[in-house]
């Protein structure tokens, strides 16, 4: 038989990092991205890492930054127009990324958040069996709807994650519920549980000190809903404890609505809304050891299947997470080791466990420890890559299933 390969050959060819093709949906630094960006620094320990991501959308308020060069992952920006349409930009950016994905080659490709632009990730697939990953924080076509975006938009997003679903090798999903979701839909398919994380060295080294009675959140604020039980809570609780303060770090189309409740509630004296903030160090002039950060997240579907990234950060500074206990908050804390959980739409509830744990300095000091150390060690994104990489290499077959790898992370075909 001719002999196609010289040993030197096949022994060059597994020196060489496979690579790696992740695709975006929102623009390289968005909030969007978050996920991608903090994954990919982490796998590049392993994998040749490309990124091909959009350079202007409303993430970033169309303004392009060609001058983005990540040291661990090449960045592609595919050629758009200077334009707010995305309709318009859509067709470029199409061609232009099906060129770009070609070229590169990838041994495997990570699609991220399936929309119009990240669906030319399955091409690899039907041109050369690339495998493909599908990587799930969330189902954005029910974010879309509780966003109350155009219905032709939610119905072009929700196609292209069933598409994707369909077509991909495997999947990864950010949370049980929507774990269990997509294995329903496609049994027998490997799935990954890989929830978000938080990356502890961009926090400041967090100063313990005696508890001070405060009380923040931040994040997004585009329903009222995420802020209103918080809120409704303060007036009980300056009560019961006058020096409390809240703070609100961050804005949103929900912004003035939560201003104005905080004045009809008459509370506006104790409560601080100092807006978007630059980064995580910015956050964290508002932060100090042991406060108290709220995630009391109403119950709805998108919540339950989403992975809140705003308990790691908390956990990550040092603070107090109190969460709903709904979807996967809940295991996030270590059912009340690392943080208070509460069942969710309780103002009442929420006002009492705030009031409790204001004037609980010990349990405070004991619980934001232990949230610090499991950000540090089980929740950074440097655990998360860790999974995820065995769980591609099994993928590709570059490394025999281990005997643990039937845990509940990975879900293997029937």
Not at 60 to 81: E, G, M
Not at 345 to 356: N, P
Request: proline residues 6%; positive net charge.
């Amino acid at each position: 038989m001719t002999q196609l390969y010289s040993s030197d050959s096949r022994q060059e060819e597994a020196r060489r990092p496979r690579r790696l093709l992740i695709l975006s949906s929102g623009s390289y630094n968005s909030t969007l991205s978050i996920r991608l960006r903090d994954l990919a620094r982490h796998l590049a320990d392993t994998w040749d890492v490309t990124i091909i991501a959009p350079s202007a959308d409303k993430y970033n308020d169309f303004k392009p930054d060609h001058s983005l060069n990540p040291p661990f992952a090449r960045l592609v920006q595919p050629w758009q127009l200077r334009t707010r349409s995305p309709m318009v930009n859509l067709i470029p950016y199409l061609f232009s990324s099906l060129a770009q994905i070609i070229r590169i080659r990838a041994d495997i490709v990570i699609i991220t958040k399936p929309t119009p632009i990240t669906l030319p990730g399955l091409l690899p697939k039907l041109l050369s069996r690339t495998p493909v990953v599908l990587d799930l924080d969330d189902l954005g076509s029910e974010v879309m709807k509780v966003e109350g975006q155009s219905r032709l938009a939610c119905r072009l997003v929700a196609w292209c994650e069933r598409l994707c679903m369909r077509y991909s090798d495997a999947l990864v999903a950010a949370s049980t519920l929507l774990r269990d979701h997509v294995s329903k839909l496609h049994p027998g398919r490997p799935v990954l549980l890989l929830p978000n994380g938080v990356e502890p060295g961009q926090y400041q080294v967090v100063a313990e000190r005696r508890p001070r009675r405060a009380v923040y959140f931040f994040g997004a604020i585009n329903r009222l809903d995420l802020v209103a039980d918080l809120l409704r809570a303060m007036p009980e609780v300056l009560r019961q404890v006058p020096d409390a303060r809240l703070t609100v770090v961050g804005g949103g189309s929900a912004l003035d609505h939560a201003k104005q409740l905080s004045r009809q509630l008459g509370i506006e004296a104790a409560v601080a809304f100092p807006g978007w903030q630059a980064n995580m160090l910015a956050v964290q002039n508002y932060t100090q050891f042991a406060d108290i950060g709220v995630c009391y997240q109403p119950d709805t579907l998108t919540n339950r299947m989403a992975s809140n990234m705003k308990v790691f950060q908390y956990m990550a500074m040092g603070t107090v997470p109190l969460v709903s206990d709904i979807g996967d908050l809940r295991s996030y804390v270590e059912a009340g080791q690392a943080g208070q959980v509460l069942a969710p739409g309780d103002a009442g509830a929420l006002a009492r466990a705030l009031i409790e744990l204001l004037l609980d300095e010990e349990r405070r000091v004991r619980l934001a420890t232990e949230a610090r150390r499991l950000a540090c060690s089980d929740h950074s994104w440097k655990s998360r890559a860790d999974m995820l990489t065995r769980f591609l290499k099994e993928l590709t077959n570059e490394m025999q299933p281990s005997a643990g790898a039937g845990t509940d992370l990975f879900v293997r075909p029937a």
